[in-house]
Structure formats: structure tokens, C-alpha cells
């Protein structure tokens, strides 16, 4: 059984994933897994999308490469989906949810290209990730959090480190 347990972070590109993931894993709270740096430095991709200007993920190689890590626990991660993952190796999904124009503004500060940054915009307005986690995760473990502001974000991070204060409790003598 985990002593620690394992959060996904999820959202459109842009929400503020990486962000808070880092600030929280500063914090020493627990460690960020960055499933884009985990899918470079290993390999798990079939080459490289230029439409969508992304890895083209091989999923299979993905879950064997952070398989031993997830199953210790203590992970947070941080990705663009979250339907992968085995319900088993998780005990939260937080999902980030920002308004469109300051999604929009974030995703121009990249210097996406117009159709890249109008599919990002769609999927936020269609709740793709949220629909996306509700399906493949029990209801109750799937939390929807605002992210538009850095006010937002610190409320957002000390919810979820008293989360995660409350999960150790029920579950380490248990
Ligand atoms: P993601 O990892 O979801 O793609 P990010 O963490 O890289 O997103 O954040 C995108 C940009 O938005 C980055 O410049 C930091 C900024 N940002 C993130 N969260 C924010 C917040 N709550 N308030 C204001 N700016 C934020």
C-alpha cells in the first residue's frame, strides 16, 4: 500500500499545470512528474506531431517507464490527459480550469499557432479533460478548480496540501 499518495494534475494546455506542480513539489510536498519530460528523456513517442505540434505518445512504453515510480507513490502528474493511467495508481485528479481570454492570452504568449491555440481554446469551452476524467475516474476523486489567477493558485495549493495531510492520516496506520 502507498504511504504517500498519488495525484494527477491535469488540464488544457496553458491552465497552469507545470506551475503549481512545481510549486507544490518545492514545497517538498511530494515529487513532480512531468509526463512531457518523462516521454523525452525516454523515448515513449512515436516521433514528433507537426499539426500538433507534439510528442505522439506511445502510452505503453509510457505507463512501463513510470510504473515502479507512480506504484511507491508520492507522484504528482503532470499532464494533458488523464484517461491513461490506471485507476489503481491514483488517488486524486485535479483538474485546472481557467477562463478563455486569459487562456487565450497564455496560449498567444507561446506563440502557438493560430489552429493549435483555436483547438486548445475549443477543448477548454467543450470540457474535454473534465469529461475525460469523470469518465475514467470514480466521481468522487476528480475536484475542478479555477486557475486564473496566482490568488487562485495558492488557495489551490493549500487545498491540496490539506488534502494531502488528510490522506496520510486515514491511511498510514491503516
Ligand atoms: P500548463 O503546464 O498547464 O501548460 P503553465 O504552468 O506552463 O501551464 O502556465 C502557463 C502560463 O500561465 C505560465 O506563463 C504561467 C502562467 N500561470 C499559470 N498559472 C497561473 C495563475 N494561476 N495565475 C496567473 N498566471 C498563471
Same mark, same amino acid.
Not at 487562456?103 to 477548454?124: G, I, S
Given at each position: 500500500?502507498?504511504?504517500? +499518495?498519488?495525484?494527477?494534475?491535469?488540464?488544457? +494546455?496553458?491552465?497552469? =499545470?507545470?506551475?503549481?506542480?512545481?510549486? $507544490?513539489? @518545492? =514545497?517538498?510536498?511530494? =515529487?513532480? $512528474?512531468?509526463?512531457?519530460?518523462?516521454?523525452?528523456? #525516454?523515448?515513449?513517442?512515436?516521433?514528433?506531431?507537426? *499539426?500538433?505540434?507534439?510528442?505522439?505518445?506511445?502510452? !505503453?512504453? $509510457?505507463?512501463?517507464?513510470?510504473? !515502479? @515510480?507512480?506504484?511507491?507513490?508520492?507522484?504528482?502528474?503532470?499532464?494533458?490527459?488523464?484517461?491513461?493511467? +490506471?485507476?489503481?495508481?491514483?488517488?486524486?485528479?485535479?483538474?485546472?480550469?481557467?477562463?478563455?481570454?486569459? $487562456?487565450? !492570452?497564455?496560449?498567444?504568449?507561446? #506563440?502557438?499557432?493560430?489552429? =493549435?491555440?483555436? *483547438?486548445?481554446?475549443?477543448?477548454?469551452? %467543450?470540457?474535454?479533460?473534465?469529461?475525460?476524467?469523470?469518465?475514467?475516474?470514480?466521481?468522487?476523486?476528480?475536484?475542478?478548480?479555477?486557475? #486564473?489567477?496566482?490568488? *487562485? %493558485?495558492?488557495? &489551490?495549493? !493549500? /487545498?491540496? *496540501?490539506?488534502?494531502?495531510?488528510?490522506? /496520510?492520516? &486515514?491511511?498510514? &496506520?491503516?
Amino acid at each position: 500500500m502507498r504511504r504517500s +499518495p498519488n495525484i494527477i494534475i491535469t488540464g488544457t +494546455p496553458g491552465v497552469g =499545470k507545470t506551475t503549481l506542480c512545481e510549486s $507544490l513539489a @518545492e =514545497k517538498g510536498v511530494l =515529487k513532480h $512528474l512531468s509526463i512531457n519530460q518523462v516521454v523525452k528523456d #525516454n523515448g515513449c513517442h512515436e516521433g514528433w506531431s507537426e *499539426e500538433h505540434q507534439s510528442w505522439i505518445v506511445d502510452e !505503453d512504453k $509510457l505507463l512501463d517507464a513510470i510504473e !515502479d @515510480e507512480v506504484k511507491e507513490g508520492g507522484c504528482i502528474i503532470d499532464w494533458h490527459a488523464c484517461d491513461l493511467f +490506471p485507476e489503481s495508481w491514483i488517488d486524486l485528479v485535479v483538474v485546472l480550469r481557467v477562463d478563455n481570454t486569459i $487562456l487565450y !492570452d497564455r496560449l498567444a504568449a507561446r #506563440n502557438y499557432h493560430d489552429a =493549435k491555440l483555436q *483547438e486548445n481554446l475549443d477543448a477548454e469551452i %467543450m470540457e474535454v479533460i473534465i469529461e475525460e476524467a469523470r469518465e475514467a475516474f470514480d466521481e468522487q476523486i476528480v475536484i475542478e478548480l479555477t486557475s #486564473n489567477t496566482s490568488e *487562485e %493558485m495558492e488557495a &489551490n495549493q !493549500d /487545498r491540496i *496540501e490539506q488534502w494531502i495531510k488528510n490522506w /496520510r492520516m &486515514n491511511n498510514t &496506520n491503516a
